[in-house]
Structure formats: structure tokens, C-alpha cells
């Protein structure tokens, strides 16, 4: 039997859960918080109809069913999502939502801000598929309460809890593209205060590998090694306090095949990438429920971060250094009953960059205090409305305020409609989310040189409206669900490629929208035989100097399904396809611009789960070895105008055949 | 794309159709031992033996509805499956070996509810 723990306070404040949440509040304050908790198993994704704002529950059978190997590659069952190489050397791919890059949406782990700034591409391999127990995925403008800046949508992280389910995980992996993987996770309660949690990560790309045979490397060599130790101390009268460092260290080196680290970097000379990071993280949360009034609780949130990373592609050197300090003080508390519920609080973030691009130094210090409030009405199970207000000083940009709306309406008991409106703003790191762009020759053009470059932060209005709509048919439960989601920019900067040889950043003028349409439909089409079928639609346009364009390298159409079997001997099979459309590529020097062919994908994966928690699992990605033939232009000539990596549009490796285990003591 | 929309459809016909056929369908309660979550798992896969359409069963009350085919299996066959995987009922009694294999929070003979 396990006590109890108030781990909501915690890991669900500020996620957007509200009534539910509060309910579990009240129950375990009723029962002194000694309650044998009993554990909803989540296996795949869920929507629930209740909660205010749509998030999808993404759980760990969801994610066993990639079985490699972080972040990025975790959402390849979850059409929300588009995951795409950002060039064809650095090996690292971004995150897509709504028809926006990685960095429109903030990515959270338990609820602080993670993956952002001078890791806003890299950070998503920082955080290992296995170490995770559950991701939430929303879209649009989220909750006031977790800061300003996501345009496009949330996703959050949860790590494994140190008081709860294995006590001992040990996963093993490799690829047949010379990729070996081991994680390692181990939990000790000391007591039923006191429990910590060990997270070890080794990963490395240790085979080159050259598909399309154009003398470069498909991937960079890579080795990688995260270390995480977070703990819990569940103190009486309703403290909680926990804490956490983790450290990353990541080595790559790439570019043509004959290149070797610290190679000189002239015409003649192999070509060569490298990218080198060594990162610290510390975090700490200290939250207290008010056993005397009810629902009532305050939380603060701490984290700190420094990063600092050396990198070249070929002669171009981009050093950054990020130092960040983020703290979130969070009040809440019910005015009569829990369909008023109120959180007020303040924040800070503190972020010091110090990046070197070429010979450019740049130097960025970002203070931006706030303080924000939100009201939530519930009615019945019928209506919920979220009101949030931030007012935010940025001492760069000045004074800003963040109205956000959410709406939800049950007509039915099985049928949700939300609806959502809200402001976002961010200060973009240019270099840092563009750095798929430094493959290549082009030159990177800003409207004046200095700190700040002159451009301003980037602001954004998100409308979103979708339906959930849950069924039963031949006694068998599906889902459908719509959503259309409409962001315009007031600002953006604009990362302008239609120029060969030049990728030009400035403010927008003119206009720049997403337009997003998402259906899909979940159903269970024998017992145990589950499907998803997507199809997504975007329509992506921005005022670039020369004229309005589609968004370049963003597929308009993408199609999707996923079929999972289980049987009850603990065999597990799951197969994705997925169709994407065209996608338009910018001029070159030897072409004008044009649409790229639509390709088909598919990845496989069997498991066996055996009765000594033995879990063995074999699996394929890109079965159908599709490939983008040519993704280098001007492979032959890497010092020449031509050069230019960052034209991805397909996959840039072939099949990949994968074998792994995962080991558990309950 | 278009093959796409096709098949989409096709499943859905295919679901309904199936639907239109299910005249020979009954729905029945039966009362099934057990405490927690990892029993309803364990019930509900149990009681997925050939004709039956769904089962749900309910950890609070221990109620099992039960959704089947008579023309293919019985109430009774379904029941029996169930006291295979140690879950017993008014009508059959649980498989002793299964029974003490059962997972700790399901040993409903000497805890009993919670």
C-alpha cells in the first residue's frame, strides 16, 4: 500500500487542471492525507472532456511506443505534432505545432520552463523517452499562470516520481545505424517523508554513416551523458518540498566524412561540424496546502540553469553561454466553493546570453518580472470558463500585459467544446532556433548589428476552437475530436530564406498567420485492437521582403494512423503511417522555387513483456526507406556559395532496424 | 490522400454494419470478486473469451455488465473464465492456485474492501 502523497500540489499547480484538481484536495485534507491512492493506469493518449483547456494525456505505453530515445522522437504517434530535421548535418530535429517551430511552444518539465533559449533545438535530447511518466500536450495560449510565451501550445514533462511504480528501471538499446543506448533509474523511499529518484543517461553514435553517399556524415558521432537526482520530502502539516539537479554533456562531431575533430577549416580541408555542451540545471519546488482552509495552497517554484556550448559548421564558430534564473510564486484558493477558484502570484525570469556567431559577439541580459491572476468558474460538469491576466516588465522591451481566455461548454455528457483566445510574447533567440540555417553558406543579414539587433520581442494572438466528442459504437469506445487553431502575428522575426545564399531576420511588416485544422478519431476496432486516424491541415503565410509566401519547408497536409494491438500474453504490436504533402522550398542559385514530392512513412514496433519483468522489443523506423536524395546541395563544394544543408524536407536517414530491453524490479 | 478517406469510411461502415447485425446481444450484471485496479484489468481481460462484446467491471460496486452473443457463449462460460484468473462469482467459485497467484491489493478473502 503506498501513503498518499499530495503530489498534486506540486506537479499539477499550475496545470491548468483546476476543478478536478481541487477535488482531490478536498478528499485527501478530509482523510488526513492518509489514503491508499489508487492509481488510474494511463496507458496511451487521453482528452478529457472536464478539464477547461483540451490537453492530451500522453502516457508511457504511449511513449514505449517509440522505443528511441528522447524527446524529439516521442511524438511519433501523436499527430499534433510534427517532428523534422533541421538540417542535414547536425543530426537534430524540432518539434512542430500548429504550423510553428519548436520554439513557439513552451516545453515545460513539471511545469518550469526547459527547454528554451540557447537550447530550444538541442534541448529536446536532454531529456531521455524512459526517464518520462507522462507528458501533457496542449494547444494554444495556456495558462497565465506558467509565464508569457507559448504561442503555440504547451507540453509538459513528468519525470518519474521517486514514491511510486518501479524501483528499478534498466533499458538497453541499439540501432543498426551504430546508435547504442543505455538508461538507468533507481528509487529509494527512506521513509514516507523522504524519497529520492536516480537518473542515468550514456547514449552514442558511434558508426559513420553515409546513405545518400555524398561524403557527408547522415548523423554526427555523438556521445551524450545525462545525469539527474531529484528528491522529495513530504513534511507534516501539508510542506512539500523537492529538488532536483541534472547535468548534460554532449559531444558531436559530423560534417564529411573525413573530418576529425579540431581539423582546420579551410577550402581543401574536410569540412566538419562540431558541437560541444556542457549544461547544469538545479530546481526546487516548496509548496504548503492549508489544512484549515480549504483548497487553499502556495507554491514556489525555482530554477537555474547554465549552458554553455562551443560549435562550428565548417568555418562559421557559434559559442553561446546562457545563464537563467526563473522564479514562480503561486497563491490559490476558493472563494465559497470550488467553482470559484482563484491563483494569483508573481514570477521572474532572469536570462544572460553570451553568444559568439562568426566574429559577431552578441551579448543579451533579459529581466522580466511579473505578476499575474487567474479565475476559474465551473458550473455543474456544464461550463467552465479560465480568465487570466499577466502584467510583465521586461527591461528591455518594457511593460506588456497577457489577457488569456479559456472557455469549455458540455452540451452533452460525452461532448466537450472549448474555445481559447489569448497573448503571447517572446524574445527570440535567432541564432540559437535558427542554427539548422548555420549548415550551409548563407549569410546570416540583421537590420543593425549590437545587443539586441534591433529587433523587437515577438507578439502573438492565438484563437483556437475544437471539439471532443467520445462515443460508443458496437459497445466499443472511440473519440473524435476537431480543432482549429488560428495564431497572427503582431510581431515576429522573421527568418527570411528566399534570398539564395542569405537567411535575412527582421521585424515583420506586414502579415504573418497559422491557420491549423486537426481531425482525428480514436476507436477500438476489436478488443484490444486500437486506431488512430489524423489528418492535419496548415496554411502557414508571412510577409517576407518579397511579398507573401507560404511558410517554407512546412507540409500544408499531413495524413496519420496507428494501430496498436495487445494481446493478453503481453505480446504488443504498433504500426504507424503517416503521408506528408509537399512543402514548399525556397529559390537556390540553380532552381526557382518549387514544392517537394509527398513521401509515405513507416515505423513497427513489436514487444514482449515476459513475467520476470523482462520486457524485450524489436522495431523499425522509415520502413519504406524513403529518403531525400540529394539534402546537401552543393555537397561536392562545402566552402563554396552553394552549400546549403538546411533544405530538409524528407528524411535524411534510411530504415533503421532497433533491438532493445527494458528491465524492471517492482 | 484519397486512399486515405476511403479507408477511413470503410472502417466506419464496416463498425456499423456489424452494429445493424447485433440482434443476438444481451447485456447482463453479475457480481465478480475483487478490490482494486489491477483487477478490473485482470476481470475484464478474462471475461474477453469469443461472443463477448464488452465488459466492464466496476471496482466499487464489483459489479460486472456483461455484453455477449448468446448464440455463441453463455453467461456461465464467461464466469468460469473468470474464476480461471481467480476472480470469483455467486455462481463459481475461484481456481484455488489462481487465486493465491492473484496480485496483493486483489486478495479480496482476507482484506475485503477497502
Redesign the interface.
Known sequence: MMIYRNKLLLSSWCLLAGISAFAQTDSAQTKKLKEVIIKQQMSTTRTSLLKPMKVDEIGKGELLKAACCNLSESFETTPSVDVAFTDAVSGYKQVQMLGLAGPYTLITRENIPDVRGVASITGLTYTPGMWIEGMQLSKGTGSVVNGYESVAGQINIELLKPFEDDKLLLNLYQNTQGRSEGNLYGRKEFNEHLSTGLFVHGSSQWLKVDQNSDGFLDQPLNKQFILLNRWFYQAPKGWEFQAGIKGVYSSNTGGQWGYSSGGEQVTGRPWGYELNTKRAEGWAKIGKIFPQQKATSIGLQLSGVYHDQDAHFGPRIYDATQKSLYANLIFQTIINNTNHVIKGGLSTVLDDYNERFETMPLLRTEVVPGAFVEYAYNYLDKFNAVVGLRGDYDNLYGAFITPRLHLRYAPFKKTAIRASIGRAQRTANVLAENMGYMASSRGFAFPVSGSVFNLRPEIAWNFGLNLTQKFRLNYRDGAIGVDYYDTHFQNQVVADVEQPGQVSFYNLVGKSYAHSLQAQLDYELIHNLGMRLAYRWYQVMTDYTSGLKEKPLVAANRAFANFGYETNNNWKFDYTIQWVGPKRLPASYNTGSYYSPSFVQMNAQISKAFKNNLEVYVGGENLTNYMQRTPILGAGDPYGKDFDASMIWGPVMGRNIYAGIRYAIK | ?KR?VV??LL?IFS??L??AQ?KDIVTEHYKVSGN??KCK?RIE?AA?IKG???ADWDKNTGDLAL?YRPSQTSAQAVLQHIAKAGHESATVKADEMAYKNLPHCCAYKQTGK?
Open positions: 490522400m486515405f479507408f477511413f472502417v463498425s456499423s456489424a452494429f447485433a482494486c485496479d484489468k481481460n474477453y463477448v462484446k464488452r455484453t477497502h
